[in-house]
């Protein structure tokens, strides 16, 4: 009989247990289908019955009709690498190359991006191109879209590059986002309407990987009881970043009405803020002690490109003496909105205008329910730096939520009915950590059938006491079911409500559908929609 504790009363004692040697790393093993040295993966071994599959005529048609650019050749390097994070942390874990976030990857909207991927890790890997609705070979999942890159192997990765925006890459295998694997994505629009005079990327995210002997492997098999959790090709080693002890919760109740994200930063996201609670939350792969600062003139106007790379934390982002103006989210334009805070759940991002103010700005990321926070500054005359731990006023004024913006005029979805509505009811919880979507947990080859031309409807139930941030690989949907609702591939589930989105089937293959907390996805809260023939 194992003893239950709170969740938040063992997760410090999780860390000082790793460093003993109690949480190791684990997995289930190799995946099947490794490609040998200096080669490249193949497709998966078998075409889905009636399913077009990633690799069939019906993806090359659709990417043909993307167009063909000039080409961006990218090489990049998955491999073992010490991070410094500023504020004498030194960690052990692995990047691309020797950087975190990773080397940003710019190109420009229309052209064909080549990356070559070399894995030098221990472990099979990937690469997932977040919120891109690139070919359906390209998407980067193992045992879905492609077999898994070896140690020792490589892969290119290329596809036209269909739309402007902040996007994203990371892994797609076991639960190795959680480490240092991530970089941005900017893809720049050749028509680009906004006005501004410089950009600042900023990349979130929470940390374990290499704290006091910790890995996201071992925080995994900690929150699931032991040596638990599915291996969907990361190997040994490949796992998401956190470690906690699982707790009872209450049994779920049915999903009620959706509830708008709304309330004191307490409640906003219910009870439960997260699975886990990180020794290190960083803004741009740095500390609060030792933040990372950006340079301007007073005046300028700047674009704020936001990241929440997180593994298991919703940031609300607030730069200290300004207000920002909302222009994108998740890649697309919305009509503009002003703001105090933002709200982002893993694996969302906005675009945000400010004019910089004469001085030193904290720009302040607080971990929502978690107590804690990353910071970098904006530097645009002299002055002393803020307290590592401050929280500028701005955190407490006005927040703007996805559910209350909506898509601007050329990138709204045309109003029409839904051709087919695909419900799906979350479910598990934190004492058996069983997470899933209608019980049961992830299969590739359990599908949820489209077809291609069709408006296609997704009612997703919470029946959970947690939150849940919702990712669909390969296109964008508006929010509410809604034709002015925002244009979004991530957007948030909160505990017992609902989301309803909408969107075109308009790029053939198969498609995962997911919780982004990359411990419930690993645990199964995974689903996958398949176009039919």
């Not at 019955?49 to 048609?61: K, S, T």
């Not at 680009?192 to 910790?214: N, T």
């Not at 998740?330 to 103010?357: I, K, N």
Request: aromatic share 6%.
């Amino acid at each position: 009989m194992r003893t239950h504790h709170t969740r938040r009363s063992v997760l410090g004692a999780g860390i000082a247990a790793a460093g003993t040697g109690f949480l190791t790393a684990c997995s289930s093993g190799g995946a099947t289908g490794h490609a040998g040295p200096g080669h490249s993966p193949s497709a998966p071994p078998a075409a889905p019955r009636g399913y077009i599959a990633p690799y069939d005529e019906e993806v090359a048609a659709a990417e043909a009709a993307r167009g063909n650019g000039p080409v961006r050749t990218v090489r990049l390097t998955a491999t073992p690498a010490p991070l410094d994070l500023g504020g004498g942390v030194t960690v052990k874990s692995w990047a691309y190359g020797d950087a975190l976030p990773g080397q940003e990857v710019r190109v420009t909207a229309g052209d064909t991006l080549a990356l070559t991927l070399s894995n030098h890790l221990p472990a099979t890997t990937s690469l997932h191109w977040h919120g891109l609705a690139l070919r359906n070979d390209m998407d980067g999942v193992p045992g879905l879209t492609q077999r898994d890159i070896a140690p020792g192997a490589s892969f290119t990765y290329r596809f036209t590059v269909p739309h402007p925006g902040t996007y994203w890459f990371h892994p797609h295998s076991g639960v190795q986002q959680d480490r240092g694997l991530y970089a941005p994505l900017i893809v720049e629009d050749p028509k680009e309407p906004l006005a501004y005079d410089r950009e600042w990327v900023v990349v979130l995210d929470d940390w374990v990987d290499g704290v006091a002997g910790s890995t996201p492997d071992a925080v995994l098999a900690e929150l699931s009881g032991g040596m638990g959790g599915m291996d969907h090709g990361g190997g040994p080693g490949g796992g998401h970043g956190g470690h906690g002890v699982p707790a009872p919760t209450k049994p779920p109740r049915d999903a009620g009405p959706s509830r708008m994200m709304t309330g004191a930063a307490s409640d906003l996201l219910g009870a439960d803020a997260g699975d886990v609670a990180y020794p290190h939350y960083l803004v741009n792969g740095r500390v609060p002690a030792d933040p990372s600062t950006y340079r301007a003139e007073p005046g300028e106007r700047i674009r704020l490109r936001i990241v929440n790379a997180g593994g298991d934390t919703a940031f609300r982002v607030a730069l200290g003496g300004h207000r920002m103006t909302v222009t994108h989210t998740d890649g697309f334009p919305v009509e503009h909105v002003t703001t105090d805070a933002l709200l982002l759940g893993m694996g969302e991002r906005y675009d945000v205008l400010v004019t910089a103010g004469d001085g030193v700005f904290p720009l302040t990321a607080v971990a929502e329910g978690k107590k804690a926070s990353g910071l970098a500054l904006l530097r645009t005359g002299g002055g002393g730096a803020p307290d590592a731990g401050v929280r500028p006023r701005e955190l407490a004024g006005k927040l703007v939520t996805a559910d209350r913006l909506r898509a601007a005029r050329p990138v709204a979805l045309p109003p029409r009915a839904p051709d087919r509505t695909i419900r799906l009811r979350m479910t598990g919880g934190m004492a058996k950590y069983d997470w899933a979507f209608d019980g049961r947990p992830y299969a590739p080859d359990q599908r949820h059938p489209v077809r291609a031309g069709e408006r296609v409807r997704l009612e997703v139930a919470n029946a959970t006491a947690m939150w849940h941030p919702v990712h669909l690989h390969g296109h964008t949907f508006a929010l509410g079911g809604a034709a002015s609702g925002a244009r979004k591939d991530t957007a948030v589930v909160l505990p017992n409500g609902r989301l309803t989105v909408d969107f075109d089937a308009d790029n053939p293959g198969l498609w995962m559908l997911h919780c982004h907390n990359v411990y419930h996805a690993e645990a199964g809260m995974m689903t996958v929609l398949g176009y039919r023939r």
